[in-house]
DNA sequence: GTAATGATACTCGGATATTGGTTGTCCGAGTGACCGTGG
DNA sequence: CCACGGTCACTCGGACAACCAATATCCGAGTATCATTAC
């Protein structure tokens, strides 16, 4: 079980995207910024334009730019963008199988053990939405070259 | 990303495994149960045991057995057991590659994205932490029949 | 009758295929920019 | 000098392969049981 890739390539972007200004910014650039494969980065930022978190130009001098401030951007909405909203723990109902399922009746309630699992989960869910890209900005402008850096990078 | 199918497995097996009482119970006997794959249960429930959460007891009437109350396996024990202890946000460290990281001065902090998605991830970690087998078995034993229902499912 | 002994069946344990999903690559559709031409 | 039209290069967008880990399966190692036999 491990989160893909592609969520922390979008992560950087995002927060790149918001350093360098608001004109648009081909997905080759991006990915030169961080050394990563163009068109595997370019499909990130679909998924992200689906989300609306970045709005996608066409065109020559066109790009991907924000969508929305960072401070409107919870760590939450990228995962979800980038890897679905599906729960970490799908409860296959194992309860109503084999032997104890037969000889059990219909179960009312939810299920113990995945409820149990989904609560869990919630408080992983609070804590990624509890955490804007604002925030994490603010960390990396604590070393105010930065910006210079990202800036020159990607023009 | 998904959570494996062998923490749902478990987490029902250990319960069963308790509500059985004592004795070992063979893999085959406690995949029949919920109808799944024996060999795959097994290989499962030997996670466990190198996990200590169970004792497996070779030889006929062999089998596994808890190896301790269920009030001290937390869902976290489980879910490192089976899945490891590897954390779902693995940081690649990419603001050190590409145009950006040889412009950049080696960096002295931790990476600000991977310290807020770690910050998420451990109060999941917190969560399941906080909720043992035993809370689940108290729900479970709202209705008093599951206990005769598994006893005799099992033997 | 009792104890030792060998065969046996049953279990765990790990090595080996198979499948599904993430990762990575490629080419086509569409669009804005640029250049040349005519008024 | 300005407006218009055609060509072009550049970008996104989705379809297509490669790779890795989760899933599933199989066979060998080890052990308690049971029957058999000798004392």
């Known amino acids: 079980m ?3 890739k592609g969520v922390e390539w979008a992560l950087h972007t995002l927060l790149n995207l918001d350093m360098v200004g608001g ?12 050394g990563l494969s163009p068109s595997y980065l370019n499909k990130q930022l679909q998924q992200l334009a689906r989300a609306e978190l970045v709005v996608s130009v066409p065109g020559p001098r066109g790009g991907f730019s924000l969508a929305k401030p960072l401070e409107t951007i919870t760590l939450l909405d990228v995962v979800v963008a980038i890897e679905g909203a599906a729960e970490l723990f799908q409860c296959t109902e194992i309860r109503c199988s ?7 009746p219909p179960p009312k309630g939810a ?16 804590a990624l ?3 804007s890209l604002a925030d994490i900005k603010a960390d990396l402008d604590r070393s105010p070259l930065v910006r210079q850096i990202v800036r020159s990078a990607l023009t």
Not at 98 to 104: A, M, N, R
Request: charged share 20%.
């Open 2 to 4: 491990r989160m893909a």
């Open 23 to 34: 004109g648009p910014v081909g997905s080759g650039q991006l990915a030169e910024a961080h």
């Open 98 to 104: 084999g032997k104890i399922g037969e000889l059990s």
């Open 111 to 126: 299920c113990a053990v995945s409820a149990a699992m989904r609560r869990a989960e919630q408080s992983w869910h609070d």
């Open 129 to 131: 939405a509890a955490q």
